[in-house]
Structure formats: structure tokens, C-alpha cells
């Protein structure tokens, strides 16, 4: 398992956390979520050899939002 940590801009409210969770966790390979509002970021636990940086960026723009 690998950990990354994505830095968000755009995000603000819950209906925006929950977006980018959804987004994330609907990933195969990814193992967990976690968003935070106030620093702007998302932690992502996956499996390296089932998903990619790259994969998890594309589902988080997707959303609308601006990752860094």
C-alpha cells in the first residue's frame, strides 16, 4: 500500500469532501479516503499496482475541482 496526498483547490463544504470521497473510493485499488476541508487536501491509501496518481487526479478534476 502506498499513501498520497493530494492538495485540492475548490473545495468548500461537505457536499465538495463528499464528492471528491465518492470520486476516490469508487477507484478500484484505493483503500481509503480522507478529505479535509480546512488544509485543502485528501489522503489516499491504495494499492499501487491497481490504480494510479494519475487515475486518482482524473476522478478528482472530474468533479470539478483543481488538484495540485
Known amino acids: 500500500m502506498a499513501v498520497k496526498t493530494f492538495k ?4 468548500t463544504c461537505d ?3 463528499r464528492a471528491v ?3 476516490l473510493s469508487s477507484l478500484n485499488g484505493v483503500k481509503e479516503v480522507s ?3 480546512k488544509t485543502n487536501s485528501a489522503d489516499v491509501t491504495y494499492n499501487e499496482n491497481q490504480v494510479t496518481e494519475s487515475q ?5 478534476e472530474e468533479q470539478g ?3 495540485k
Open 56 to 60: 486518482m487526479k482524473q476522478a478528482i
Open 21 to 23: 470521497e465518492g470520486a
Open 15 to 17: 457536499h465538495c469532501k
Open 65 to 67: 475541482y483543481d488538484v
Open 8 to 11: 485540492i483547490n475548490g473545495m
Open 35 to 37: 478529505v479535509n476541508l
